[in-house]
């Protein structure tokens, strides 16, 4: 079956930088769009960023426009989201996902999901 595992979540400070990584392992069949979702307490997960199976295409969130990045190297089955400028509201698990075909801003739409990595920004 198909893994993601992420990495690189930490407690940081406001206007701080870091940078999450997602590996995917196990055999896979279809080319696949990845994206980045979040989740604070007491909220539901929301979409962050995506990016085409190709690294063509990527698309973000407004909140996150500007500060993040997302990519992916193909070749290391990796994908990476860098945040700079880091806000307290940015503080939540972040999970890394996959889906067949084209990307999506649901969460409901990937079927393959990481553990998640908490990123806790402090004021």
């Known amino acids: 079956q198909v893994q993601l595992v992420e990495s690189g979540g930490g407690l940081v400070q406001t206007g701080d930088s870091l940078r999450l990584s997602c590996t995917a392992s196990?055999?896979?069949?279809?080319?696949?769009?990845m994206g980045w979702f979040r989740q604070a307490p007491e909220k539901a997960r929301e979409f962050v960023a995506a990016?085409?199976?190709?690294?063509?295409?990527?698309v973000y969130a407004d909140s996150v426009k500007g500060r993040f990045t997302i990519s992916r190297d193909i070749a290391k089955n990796t994908m990476y989201l860098q945040m700079n400028s880091l806000k307290p509201e940015d503080t939540a698990i972040y999970f890394c996902?996959?889906?067949?075909?084209?990307?999506?801003?649901?969460?409901?739409?990937?079927?393959?999901w990481g553990q998640g990595t908490q990123v806790t920004v402090s004021s």
């Open positions: 996902a996959a889906r067949p075909g084209g990307w999506s801003p649901s969460s409901g739409m990937y079927p393959y």
């Open positions: 196990g055999p896979t069949f279809n080319r696949q769009a």
């Open positions: 990016i085409s199976w190709s690294g063509e295409s990527t």
